[in-house]
């Protein structure tokens, strides 16, 4: 596992995005796997940018996104796929059917988890997968535990991810309790990864990822052990770490 501090979150947004600027130029159909949170909204921001500067274009690529509630109403703002719509999918040019989120609404959540990770592997599997970091070290919505051959399924999220989630909602009662999780299986099939780390909150858990050991305890702990995984972090969240850990 590869790390990178910058600065500012600003600078973090900027280098990811160059990632997805490279992939799409190299290779157009790439299949991109996508994150949603308060950490990646710069950086898809700056990806629409760069879209309407002529610099990356969507229209060949494909996009899996990690995860979505269970049990929120059709439509609702909290939702990833409205999350999606209002900072990437709207603004840029995915063919129609091209940006897949999970369907949290499916009848059957089982078959819908089963036929998510068939598709990824019918598309050739993840290119570049984006992640952000729960301050329990989750990723998507894989909790501490979850086994590293773990497929996309329904999950229970823990309380202390309800809480951290709770800032988007009216109120703590709202989050729902469930979701449908890309499993770490997928994730850690991508050819790249690229994990953002933003802020002095995160400062404890990167600090506690750079030190290992892996172990399923702690998620992302997974990266240390996978071929193209780099942590792009700002200063604060990196504050936590040695010289010598930051390189
Ligand atoms: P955040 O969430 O970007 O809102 O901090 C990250 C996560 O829980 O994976």
């Known amino acids: 596992m590869k790390l990178m501090v910058f600065p500012t979150a600003a600078q973090v947004d ?24 308060g950490t990646p909204v ?72 089963l036929a998510y990770d068939r598709d990824i592997a019918l ?34 999220l823990d309380e202390s991810t309800r809480r951290a989630n709770a800032r988007f909602f009216e109120d703590i009662s709202q989050v729902p309790t469930q979701a449908l999780s890309m499993g770490m299986k997928p994730i850690l099939q991508a050819k790249s990864i690229v994990m953002m780390v933003l802020g002095a909150d995160k400062a404890d858990i990167l600090a506690r990822i750079v030190a290992g050991p892996a172990d399923a305890s702690v998620p992302a702990t997974a990266l240390l052990s996978h071929p193209d995984a780099t942590v792009y972090a700002d200063a604060a969240a990196a504050r936590g770490l040695t010289s010598r850990e930051v390189g």
């Open 14 to 37: 900027d280098a990811v995005a160059q990632r997805f600027v490279a992939l799409l130029e190299k290779k157009p159909q790439a299949v991109l796997g996508l994150a949603t949170g």
């Open 42 to 113: 710069g950086m898809y921001a700056r990806l629409v940018e760069l879209y309407r500067q002529g610099r990356i274009s969507f229209a060949k690529a494909r996009s899996f996104n990690l995860d979505e509630y269970i049990g929120l109403p059709e439509g609702h703002p909290c939702s990833y796929l409205h999350y999606m719509r209002e900072n990437l999918f709207d603004h840029v040019d995915f063919a129609p059917g091209a940006a897949r989120v999970p369907d949290g609404h499916a009848a059957d959540i089982a078959a819908a988890a």
């Open 123 to 156: 598309a050739g599997g993840i290119d570049l997968q984006l992640l952000g970091i729960g301050h329990n070290g989750h990723i998507a919505f894989n909790e501490p535990g979850t086994p590293w051959d773990s497929p996309t399924r329904a999950v229970q």
